[in-house]
């Protein structure tokens, strides 16, 4: 059964980097195999989706986050990795990584629990 796991810190300091890790497990997937995607939600509010990195190794950012996003992968360690730096507040959102999949549109077929990230000083 495959299994998305997110990890990381819970809270994040002002003007600081947040680093979050997914880690696929199960399904025997390779994760250089297919497309995976970090998407975010603060509360009350919907999913924001904030990029995603292809099997070529290409990544995409949303345009209101590509100055602060960066999206990699350790193909040796089944995981892809989540950088945002300058955090603020309004930073502060469940982050979910998911496996992204391309039909007559995107979609997304596997989803982590996702991981609780308060930015706070």
């Known amino acids: 059964q495959v299994q998305l796991q997110e990890s990381g810190p819970g809270l994040v300091k002002p003007s600081q980097t947040l680093s979050l890790t997914c880690t696929v497990s199960g399904g025997s997937i390779t994760i250089n195999y297919d497309s995976w995607t970090w998407i975010r939600q603060p509360p009350g509010k919907g999913l924001e989706w904030m990029g995603a990195i292809t099997p070529s190794g290409s990544a995409y950012y949303s345009p209101s986050l590509k100055s602060r996003t960066s999206i990699s992968r350790d193909t040796s360690k089944n995981q892809c990795t989540l950088q945002l730096t300058s955090v603020t507040p309004e930073d502060t959102a469940v982050y979910y990584c998911?496996?992204?999949?391309?039909?007559?549109?995107?979609?997304?077929?596997?989803w982590g629990q996702g991981t609780q990230v308060t930015v706070s000083s």
């Open positions: 998911a496996r992204a999949v391309r039909g007559s549109t995107w979609s997304y077929d596997y």
